[in-house]
């Protein structure tokens, strides 16, 4: 999320908190500095004259007041000491709200919202203030009041601040607010209805006649309700809502909200007001209310409850997948926890625009388009699979995050890493032919060790400080690396005590806020003699992970661990880790498949094992379930090496896998040869399963990204890799066998989509051909190959291919189906249509913001553009900053994607340089900045290390 430039305006009357941000770069000439607006509350019998003026101010104050840049933002020294020293990143416990009722009018004619907020607080200890959250409301002074709860007595109000940093809100009340007794709050606000995609902001979408439909809809997490409406917008603050909302009937059929609607009132005016039933305790960041035209479909789960489906009219088809996942899943999650689902109703919402893939409000989840519509015949079968793990996942938080949730930010990991494991759960038990927990290495656990490999990572918990830190945690290490240490948590108590200790947990802090060291509690408690909190804290509260190495003398295996760094010389010292970077690890000791365990908790030590008097192969880490690598000596290196060549199948699937995934990053960190590696890829031209290539296919694109520049070793590459593939190329073939599994054909598209990228000329002649037959002859393309054939075209044809794609996006109402057109066309080599098409990733009118990232991401991986992307964005920083610095995650995302091939010392000094001048403009990047030059230097040390051992090796076995 970003932080763009702030403004304060101090009255007497009406207090503006935080900045109006404005949807287009317009200059209005002279901005109005000073504008005072008086906010009105929204009376059920207001009349016209009263509606006029309010709308006429908001309307003003978004057209002409602009925050000024000149001068620093925030309040002034003195005014700080009027108030005493109240603003920080916490807020007091002081005060605690109880309860909300909350009255909302969004206007989706002026792009405005209005309404009021009664919140009943209780008082824990004597004070004269109460401190909330508000961010870029308008705020009546003159409207605050303070009763106690049984209305006899009133509290003035002398003095009201804001602190836009923190967007806290200040209010100083004529006398104390009494321990132990009851307050209702009564304030106040309107607001802009903005595109911004975070707190309450404005959507849209196109019917089936092409006209234009808005929508209002919410996104709080992490920090965002304040957005919305004045609140203690803290995760430990929890509190009962309810909501009445205001709508146009003849704009706006549907009002969502988290509980269910309990009867409805129309206004004099004609507008609608519905009011819903009272929700559970909850924390502010999932609430959520939403004004559309949607349609629904409705089912029921097991246990009784209603989940519905709403997606606009015209797309409504394509929700059934998603109502059947969704009912299913949410009964298997029941009964796996052993937790009823505690509200009556479950809606899944189809957003337009939506910066992430989808949030987990309670009862009212909202997705992405891509991640919740499936229309057979245009979605692939990846897309069938996407849909279905992310209704896993945000089911999964309606225990893990909502029944129980994390005091504070540091343990968000409580929420996203549990919810990443328990996705594979659910979408397995939907469906068991998906091998989703074989697909686990490949899509989480390999991702989170390359990431978790640099010195810039973080803990899982870690220390959260500010509202950018917040947003920076929702990162790889939080989803991918949690969910693989409770994967390895599991494997090493079995899933039955993982089952029990879950449950147990989830019933003990219900309704209420846990951390890290509750959760291992309850695990300990049915897992003895095993201490879980001393063997996990290892893994939540000190950054990185281990390399097991692994020597065999006789019948004993000398262990010994040290912290794996991709780039060594970052190395951290010791003193900075709690635990001296040495981790208790859950050790799995295959033996020509005869399975021992062993738990390490020292830098080294000796393991004796009878079996190993006999010669045979040694495997550690069985199936991949640990969070570490292994390096074996170099004897072990080879008799694993023979075993691939000669009979791979006596390792399981993951073992192989993540033999090649350990030796190609133990070669990055130079503490093994390339060469080990590079042996192990030849037995791929018998090996059928989808992860070992899967895990082999990522590995040497990054070999493809290093080597990219050097014609010789870039032509070396490809012949091999073209020689390895194409025995796979001829067995997968372009048709589907009858009874051919999920993974199959997940082998065959990526095998497919990388010939065509290295121009295996069969492949290439093939898919070009079926491009033709599509642009020139109107024949459709099978959903599952559009990607590939789409790069094809696009790739290996000229402008006219480019055009053809562009065209069919504009007119394809499908969203899966325009993110394969998007990301096809930045495969172009051609300078001018590159050109074009970064000016069009930042033009909301032509590419939803949603997706511009996407497409900037999708370029700087066409070696052709890579350069003129990242001169793009630095040269427009400041316009990815104001619309991505803050309320999104994406500005991270964009830093590491449009950095990871560089390896010069020349790029990383030309980074450094840029990230020290835009120092105020990297919000939630910031960590990521650091990530990319580590990143550089990591590649930097491979061409050193690496390189020239690739070159030669690949011009042994080809000659």
């Given amino acids: 999320m970003l932080t763009s430039h702030q403004n304060q305006e101090y009255g007497s009357r009406t207090c503006i908190v935080g900045e109006e941000e404005h949807h287009k770069r317009v200059s209005y000439g002279v901005a109005v500095r000073q504008l005072r607006c008086r906010c009105t509350r929204t009376k059920v019998a207001a009349t016209g004259g009263i509606v006029f003026t309010f709308l006429v101010c908001i309307t003003l104050l978004s057209i002409f007041y602009q925050p000024r840049i000149d001068q620093k933002p925030g309040i002034s020294n003195q005014q700080k000491e009027n108030v005493g020293d109240w603003n920080s990143t916490r807020l007091s416990t002081d005060v605690r709200p109880d309860s909300y009722v909350l009255y909302m009018h969004p206007n989706l004619t002026t792009f405005t919202f209005s309404g009021w907020v009664n919140i009943t607080v209780s008082v824990t200890s004597n004070t004269n203030n109460i401190v909330l959250h508000a961010q870029n409301l308008n705020i009546s002074q003159e409207k605050i009041t303070l009763t106690t ?12 601040d804001s602190d836009p940093d923190e967007k806290e809100y200040f209010i100083q009340f004529s006398e104390a607010l009494n321990a132990k007794q009851q307050y209702v709050l009564h304030m106040e606000f309107s607001g802009l209805l903005r595109d911004t995609m975070y707190g309450l902001y404005n959507s849209s979408y196109k019917n089936d006649k092409g006209e234009t439909r808005y929508l209002a809809t919410t996104q709080f997490e992490a920090a965002h309700a304040r957005a919305a409406f004045p609140c203690f917008d803290e995760p430990s603050f929890k509190a009962k809502f309810s909501l009445s909302m205001v709508r146009d009937p003849r704009m706006h059929n549907v009002s969502l909200f988290n509980m269910p609607k309990k009867s409805s009132e129309t206004l004099a005016n004609g507008l609608v007001v519905d009011h819903f039933e009272e929700s559970v305790k909850m924390s502010s960041y999932l609430v959520a209310f939403i004004v559309c035209d949607f349609a629904k479909i409705t089912a029921n789960s097991t246990g009784g409850t209603q989940v519905s489906v709403y997606a606009p009219p015209h797309l409504i088809s394509q929700a059934e997948y998603a109502l059947d996942v969704a009912s299913k899943v949410l009964s298997y999650y029941e009964e796996f926890f052993g937790v009823a689902f505690p509200l009556p109703k479950q809606d899944l919402v189809a957003i337009p625009d939506f910066s992430a893939g989808a949030m987990e409000n309670w009862g009212l989840i909202t997705y992405r388009m891509t991640a919740i519509l499936y229309e057979e015949g245009v979605s692939d079968s990846s897309d069938k699979e996407w849909v279905a793990v992310v209704i896993a996942h945000e089911l999964a938080h309606q225990w893990f ?39 686990f290495f490949l899509k989480d656990a390999r991702i989170a060790l390359g990431r978790d490999a640099l010195s810039s990572s973080h803990p899982i918990s870690a220390k959260v400080t500010s509202a950018e830190q917040t947003e920076e945690m929702f990162d790889t290490v939080t989803y991918s690396k949690g969910a693989s240490i409770i994967r390895m948590l599991d494997s090493f108590i079995g899933r039955d005590r993982l089952r029990k200790g879950l449950t147990a947990y989830l019933k003990k802090y219900q309704y209420g806020n846990a951390e890290t060291s509750d959760l291992w509690h309850e695990l300990t408690e049915v897992s003895h003699p095993v201490d879980v909190e001393a063997v996990m804290n290892t893994w939540t509260n000190q950054k990185g992970y281990p390399v097991v190495h692994v020597t065999r003398k006789g019948n004993q295996l000398i262990l010994s ?16 880790s709690p635990y001296n970077y040495i981790w208790q690890i859950p050790i799995t000791i295959s033996f020509q498949g005869q399975i021992s365990k062993k738990l390490l908790t020292k830098e080294e030590d000796t393991v004796v094992l009878p079996l190993l008097t006999r010669p045979g192969w040694l495997k550690l880490n069985h199936e991949q379930t640990g969070f570490y690598r292994v390096n074996y000596d170099e004897e072990g290196w080879s008799q694993l ?23 190609f ?5 130079n503490l093994v040869n390339i060469t080990t590696a590079l042996e192990m890829t030849q037995y791929l031209r018998g090996e059928n399963e989808f992860v070992p290539w899967g895990v082999t296919l990522s590995n040497m694109l ?4 290093m080597l990219w520049g050097n014609e010789q070793a870039f032509n070396l590459y490809k012949k091999y890799m073209l020689s390895l593939m ?4 001829k067995r997968l073939g372009w048709e589907r066998q009858p009874n051919e599994g999920h993974l199959a054909n997940l082998m065959r598209l990526k095998i497919l989509s990388l010939a065509v990228e290295l121009g295996h000329n069969e492949t290439v002649s093939r898919a070009m051909k079926m491009f033709n037959d599509w642009m020139l002859r109107d024949k459709p393309i099978r959903a599952d190959y559009r990607s590939i054939v789409y790069k094809a075209g696009v790739s290996k044809g000229g402008e006219r291919e480019w055009d053809f794609c562009w065209k069919k996006y504009l007119a394809e109402s499908n969203d899966a189906e325009k993110k394969k057109l998007l990301i096809a066309m930045t495969f172009t080599k051609n300078i001018d249509k590159l050109s074009r098409y970064l000016q069009y990733a930042l033009d909301p009118t032509k590419i939803k913001k949603q997706s511009a990232i996407q497409v900037l991401a999708g370029m700087s991986r066409n070696h052709a553009a890579t350069a003129l992307v990242l001169a793009y964005v630095k040269q427009n920083w400041d316009i990815i900053y104001e619309r991505y610095g803050e309320g999104s995650f994406e500005i991270g995302r964009l830093i590491e994607k449009t950095t990871q091939t560089l390896h010069t010392q020349r790029d990383y000094v030309q980074l450094k340089n ?9 919000g939630t990047g910031e960590v990521a900045s650091k990530q990319a030059l580590e990143s550089i230097k990591a590649n930097i040390f491979w061409i050193k290390n690496c390189q020239d051992a690739t070159v030669t090796w690949l011009q042994k076995k080809l000659s």
């Fill in 914 to 922: 840029f990230f020290k001048a835009n120092a105020e403009k990297l």
């Fill in 665 to 669: 990053n133990l070669a990055r960190a």
């Fill in 561 to 576: 661990q040290e912290r794996f760094l991709l780039y060594p010389k970052a190395k951290a010292k010791k003193k900075e």
């Fill in 726 to 729: 194409d025995p796979q190329i």
């Fill in 401 to 439: 995050g909502n029944l129980v949730t994390m005091k504070w930010w540091n343990d968000l990991w409580l929420n996203e890493g549990f919810a990443t494991f328990v996705e594979y759960l659910g979408s397995d038990h939907y469906n068991s032919r998906w091998h989703m927990f074989d697909q």
């Fill in 702 to 705: 990054y070999l493809y990204d």
């Fill in 149 to 160: 709860k049984d209305g006899k007595k009133r509290l003035g109000v002398i003095k009201t």
């Fill in 641 to 663: 090496t023979r075993i691939l060549l000669q009979n791979y199948t006596a390792l399981p699937t993951a073992d192989r896998a993540g033999l090649l995934e350990d030796a």
